[in-house]
T-cell receptor, first 111, second 113 residues
């Protein structure tokens, strides 16, 4: 069965610093890969997704992620954190029409 | 605007009561899902439906029931058999062949009082 691991349930960065949220998946066949963001008491919003093609994927709000098959990773980055980036981030992997989600990473942005 | 509407946003349930959470989508999506979210546990799949009049159990279906009589609607009933129902519930949908992108509603908070 597919599994998704997000390293670090809480990540804290200073405003303007690099954001790096880690995600590894377990699958011998590269699945579709997603990052979602969730603000308090709201649903999940798609940040970006990898299906096929270019391994560096750009998303909304300045985020991007790189698919590395050899490392089975799909880490999310943003060059410069903004206060509005504070939220919970979920990595997900899927095949067919079911997704497996990681347990989430809470991002805190400090002044 | 197209989207997924969940209602109510907040719901309180007494012990022994069944409650139903509504989920409606106007995206013309084929598949619909219900997830439960608890702090630190991510999202867990309760039920999903790929077509009308058909649905499948997810990872934590015990104590829940669903129906899919219309493509647009996928209500979730939390029965009295669900021992710990207090959670945030998320409805989602996906268009087959869309690259598997799931779209979510705004969620519903259920609290047992």
């Amino acid at each position: 069965a597919q599994s998704v691991t997000q390293l670090g349930s809480h990540v804290s960065v200073s405003e303007g610093a690099l954001v790096l949220l880690r995600c590894n998946y377990s699958s011998s066949v590269p699945p579709y890969l997603f990052w979602y963001v969730q603000y308090p008491n709201q649903g999940l919003q798609l940040l970006l997704k990898y299906t096929t093609g270019a391994t560096l994927v750009k998303g909304i709000n300045g985020f991007e992620a790189e698919f590395k098959k050899s490392e089975t990773s799909f880490h999310l980055t943003k060059p410069s954190a903004h206060m509005s980036d504070a939220a919970e981030y979920f990595c997900a992997a899927g095949g067919g029409n079911k997704l497996t989600f990681g347990t989430g990473t809470q991002l805190k942005v400090e002044l | 605007d197209g989207g997924i509407t969940q209602s109510p946003k907040y719901l309180f349930r007494k012990e022994g009561q069944n409650v139903t959470l509504s989920c409606e989508q106007n995206l013309n999506h084929d598949a619909m899902y219900w997830y439960r979210q608890d702090p630190g546990q991510g999202l867990r799949l309760i039920y999903y439906s790929q077509i009308v009049n058909d649905f499948q159990k997810g990872d934590i279906a015990e104590g829940y029931s669903v129906s899919r009589e219309k493509k647009e609607s996928f209500p979730l009933t939390v029965t009295s058999a669900q021992k710990n129902p207090t959670a945030f519930y998320l409805c989602a949908s996906i268009a087959v062949g869309s690259g598997n992108t799931i779209y979510f509603g705004e969620g519903s908070w259920l609290t047992v009082v």
